[in-house]
């Protein structure tokens, strides 16, 4: 009898329960539990049950039951998976006597036998066969899953063949050419070129027959394409013979010093993406993409999910089965790093699904040079699949069978489930961390063992001679052949002039083409016809009137129509406005962060729940019939994971907007990593193009350290050339034309807006319909309220404090300073801002305002940009924190700030606003003796 969900983790007490209403009324359990039961016939017939014989034969039923669920729990923890170590020792062990079973029992049969699929058996076969199922080279964990019918199919795979394949010769063979070309390329390159990092797979070769065997399987059972993320341990491996990367290539790499024109700074060879289609073992073409990576092991597990998720929607009609993820871990990075888990709790949430993700672990039991038993707490490093109820594999690495058995069985799950499978293969790491890491100062003992260990190749090349499959001279022969190819290949590797970096996803990004400085400068219309847009504020503030909304949802309708009405758009209206544009005209829009559908300050509120249900309704879904999607998502508290992915949706989905939104623009740090290895220089060093755009809530309004800066400093020291925008808007219009200016011009950049907080509400940031009908996106905002030829005061500034600075000049009608707002910092708009200075000729004091501290902000980035022009910076005192913690404090700070602009002057016009008219013809050291406040605190 198979093994089914009706018996479960049930222990005897329960049992024997089940067996009272057996013998009361059969028909009430499920059919099987009579199967089940009638297996004690067996014992009626040959014991009196009324006996102490007959009833300690039926107990033992039942212990041999609880026997056959420890191998099931347990087993994995007794397996023979470890190529090089002994295991640690754990108990209690698998001994029956553990479970009130002896020796006397060995040669009884027991109807439990029925549970493995087996019949009635002797406890001698069905301990046997347990052990072999769960003891041997494969250790299976998968008894915590919830879902019996999943515990129930992968019973079914494993143990009616006791986990052990049954492989024809020709696949056999297979596997070993796959073992052959892994081993001889890194033995290769080891003495082609000596020395020379390449992080090699040596020790885990097995890996390359397991991949191989994944790809085949994929495409028998439907698979077209395959998103691979790994770090750099076995790369150059999996480049030549999974991806099918030229060899001549990849030689060149080695010695090459300059790359081709498309690539300004390029990478490691071992950080390198590449894509290519390969057919499989029935004729099929299946598309393979390995994402370039950097050496922050497992940040590219979060990018590939993003690029699954993109390719499922728009690629594959949201077809779970066409595409899979596969992620290539190292042990210690599994074990430790944090996105691991960020990345796993996504794995079903509906906005970040992929279907279920394949896991490969190369086991090296080491960590650079630390001992697995000082790198991690837990007993696996793959533990963390547990969180997900993922089934968890462990494989010898020298059984190379055993792991392609395992690979089939992870793809058929992973198919029929759409979830994810681990794969811990244990290994060995044959060299130190590179090849010219001594590993012996750390791990003498182990590495004594490894230097005498044979690799999988011969392992394999031993077993398939003894079977008969291959002679010896076959497989020298084999080997030596492609020694051969290889050496061949180095020669054509010689001819080749520059290392090309093939852009990874091309098919994509065809008819984009990379930015420079100029393109940027270029205006691009992004203005909509006013009936239009008239429309589309309709659209997005219709409120459907066969659903019933949460009251305060119908005022803040109201509201937004009123505005419209008032030709007064706020934040909210302008930004809805941009995505139902876009998503008219067929640009597919996403945005997610977290609480994004209200918004972390409830102005944005692109969902309605519907009342008295947990039903949304999505007003931007509703703009038209032919319409682009338009999805908003409540993302997991994550920033890195999160970041990541939706750098790797933006990195598929080309032709859309794709947004993050950070809670507080602060809170972005906690993803730096993707922030400076992808965001900033991804197309230095990969000739990768992308336009994700984040939101970070940022300025200064006496919430504290935490919830005041975005840190735009760090930002505006990544920038170069055209790698990425900063920008810091602060009219609802020109956020409108700069969302669609992201997509409307023939390239793509990062944006990094400074989204505000206060002006979200502020009654001053409003514009006008006629706004958002002509005109395009602001590098640069002159003041409109001076007279020009008055002006002594020039000030620059950037974003909210703008409006402190309104605030004070309407006081003083202070028509003789100028207040310009620098809405794009980067790429800086240097040509506007100096025609800017040079329009206002009689100025004598030309200042920038923020309301950061001086080491932080725009300032130092400012001043770089500027320094011909010896601008005096108004700021808060240099401090290691971004703001003070009393809302007070802030409060005298600001002023302070403000108060510096405007300040009276102590000159014949006492007490008086004289606009620096007393300084006029005097020295610039003389403004500075009368007039120190504007400069030092």
């Known amino acids: 009898?198979?093994?089914?969900?009706?018996?479960?983790?049930?222990?005897?007490?329960?049992?024997?329960?089940?067996?009272?209403?057996?013998?009361?009324?059969?028909?009430?359990?499920?059919?099987?539990?009579?199967?089940?039961?009638q297996g004690f016939e067996f014992a009626r017939k040959n014991f009196d049950t009324d006996s102490s014989v007959g009833a300690e034969y039926v107990d033992k039923e039942f212990k041999v039951i609880n026997y056959i669920l420890a191998f099931r729990k347990r087993g994995h923890l007794f397996t023979k998976t470890n190529p090089v170590r002994s295991r640690r020792k754990y108990f209690p062990t698998l001994d029956i006597e553990n479970y009130d079973l002896s020796g006397k029992d060995l040669d009884i049969e027991f109807q439990a036998g029925n549970e493995i699929g087996l019949g009635q058996l002797s406890l001698r076969k069905i301990k046997e066969h347990l052990e072999e199922t769960y003891c041997s080279s494969i250790g299976a964990e998968y008894m915590f899953i919830r879902e019996d019918i999943m515990v129930k199919w992968l019973q079914k795979k494993m143990e009616p063949v006791k986990n052990k394949p049954d492989f024809d010769k020709a696949t056999k063979k297979r596997i070993y050419d796959h073992l052959m070309r892994a081993v001889g390329f890194e033995r290769f390159i080891h003495n082609k070129f000596v020395g020379q990092k390449r992080f090699s797979l040596e020790g885990a070769e097995s890996i390359i027959p397991a991949l191989g065997s994944l790809i085949d399987k994929g495409a028998e059972l439907g698979v077209d394409e395959f998103v691979i993320g790994m770090s750099h341990r076995g790369r150059l491996n999996v480049l030549a013979n999974i991806m099918n990367k030229p060899y001549e290539n990849i030689f060149k790499e080695f010695t090459a010093d300059k790359y081709d024109d498309s690539i300004s700074l390029g990478d490691v060879k071992y950080h390198l993406g590449y894509s290519n289609s390969v057919k499989a073992l029935n004729g099929k073409e299946v598309t393979l993409n390995l994402a370039p990576n950097p050496s922050h092991l497992e940040t590219v597990s979060s990018i590939i999910q993003g690029i699954t998720h993109a390719e499922i929607k728009h690629k594959y009609n949201?077809?779970?089965?066409?595409?899979?993820?596969?992620?290539?871990?190292?042990?210690?990075?599994?074990?430790?790093?944090?996105?691991?888990?960020?990345?796993?709790?996504?794995?079903?949430?509906?906005?970040?699904?992929?279907?279920?993700?394949?896991?490969?672990?190369?086991?090296?039991?080491?960590?650079?040079?630390?001992?697995?038993?000082?790198?991690?707490?837990?007993?696996?490093?793959?533990?963390?699949?547990?969180?997900?109820?993922?089934?968890?594999?462990?494989?010898?690495?020298?059984?190379?069978?055993?792991?392609?058995?395992?690979?089939?069985?992870?793809?058929?799950?992973?198919?029929?489930?759409?979830?994810?499978?681990f794969i811990d293969i244990l290994a060995y790491r044959k060299f130190g961390h590179n090849e010219g890491d001594e590993p012996r100062f750390t791990q003498p003992l182990l590495y004594k063992e490894i230097a005498r260990h044979p690799n999988p190749r011969d392992i394999y090349a031993e077993k398939l001679i003894k079977s008969g499959i291959c002679s010896n001279a076959d497989i020298k022969k084999r080997n030596a052949d492609f020694n051969s190819l290889l050496e061949s290949k180095l020669n054509e590797s010689k001819k080749i002039e520059k290392v090309k970096i093939q852009r990874f996803l091309s098919h994509e990004w065809e008819g984009y083409k990379f930015a420079d400085i100029a393109k940027t400068k270029r205006i691009c219309n992004t203005g909509i016809k006013k009936d239009d847009l008239l429309k589309l504020a309709e659209r997005i503030n219709h409120m459907p009137e066969d659903k019933k909304f949460f009251k305060k949802i119908g005022k803040l309708i109201t509201d937004r129509k009123k505005m419209i009405e008032s030709d007064s758009v706020d934040w909210a209206i302008a930004e809805q406005l941009a995505y139902a544009s876009l998503a008219k005209e067929g640009t597919p829009v996403r945005l997610s962060g977290q609480d994004s559908e209200r918004g972390t300050f409830s102005h944005r509120h692109a969902s309605w729940i519907i009342e008295d249900t947990d039903k949304r309704y999505y007003p931007l879904q509703h703009i038209s019939s032919e319409q682009a999607d338009v999805d908003v998502y409540n993302s997991p508290l994550s920033e890195y994971a999160v970041l990541g992915f939706e750098y790797g949706y933006s990195l598929s989905v080309a032709k859309g907007l794709t947004i993050w939104e950070a809670q507080f623009g602060d809170f972005y740090n906690v993803a730096q990593v993707i922030v400076d290895q992808y965001i900033s220089s991804a197309e230095d060093k990969w000739g990768l193009m992308n336009g994700l755009v984040l939101y970070l809530p940022h300025g200064y309004e006496g919430q504290g350290p935490e919830h005041s800066s975005a840190r735009m400093e760090r930002f505006l020291t990544l920038c170069a050339g055209t790698n990425m925008q900063v920008v810091n808007c602060t009219t609802p219009a020109n956020l409108f034309h700069l969302l669609r200016r992201q997509i409307k011009r023939d390239f793509r950049i990062p944006l990094v807006l400074f989204s505000p907080k206060s002006l979200l509400r502020h009654p001053e940031c409003r514009s006008g319909i006629d706004e958002f009908v002509s005109g395009h996106f602001q590098n640069v905002i002159d003041d409109d309220n001076v007279l020009v030829n008055d002006v002594k005061r020039l000030v620059f500034c950037s974003g909210k404090i703008y409006y402190d600075l309104l605030e004070k000049k309407k006081e003083y009608d202070a028509t003789d300073i100028a207040i310009v707002r620098i809405e794009q910092l980067h790429p800086f708009p240097l040509q506007e801002v100096k025609n800017i200075i040079y329009k206002y000729h009689n100025t004598l004091l030309t200042l920038w305002v923020q309301e950061e501290p001086e080491n932080m902000g725009a300032w130092e980035y400012i001043n770089k940009n500027l320094r011909e022009f010896d601008l005096e910076p108004v700021t808060r005192l240099a401090s290691g924190s971004p703001a003070v913690g009393l809302h007070e404090l802030h409060t005298i700070g600001q002023n302070e700030i403000i108060n510096k602009v405007f300040r009276r002057c102590d000159c014949e016009l006492q007490n008086k606003y004289c606009g620096l008219q007393c300084v006029i013809g005097k020295s610039r050291e003389e403004i500075k003796k009368q007039h120190r406040y504007i400069f030092d605190d």
């Not at 024997?16 to 089940?36: I, M």
């Open 1 to 37: 009898m198979d093994r089914l969900s009706f018996l479960g983790n049930v222990e005897i007490d329960s049992l024997e329960e089940q067996y009272q209403k057996y013998l009361s009324d059969p028909e009430s359990l499920g059919k099987d539990w009579q199967r089940f039961f």
């Open 318 to 421: 949201s077809d779970l089965n066409k595409i899979i993820p596969v992620v290539i871990h190292g042990d210690a990075a599994i074990a430790s790093q944090g996105i691991v888990y960020e990345v796993a709790q996504m794995s079903q949430l509906p906005g970040y699904r992929t279907g279920g993700t394949i896991h490969f672990v190369i086991n090296n039991q080491i960590g650079f040079t630390t001992n697995y038993l000082e790198g991690r707490s837990s007993t696996y490093c793959t533990d963390v699949g547990k969180v997900i109820k993922a089934p968890i594999f462990h494989v010898n690495g020298d059984d190379t069978e055993a792991l392609v058995f395992v690979t089939n069985l992870a793809m058929e799950y992973r198919q029929r489930f759409h979830r994810d499978v």
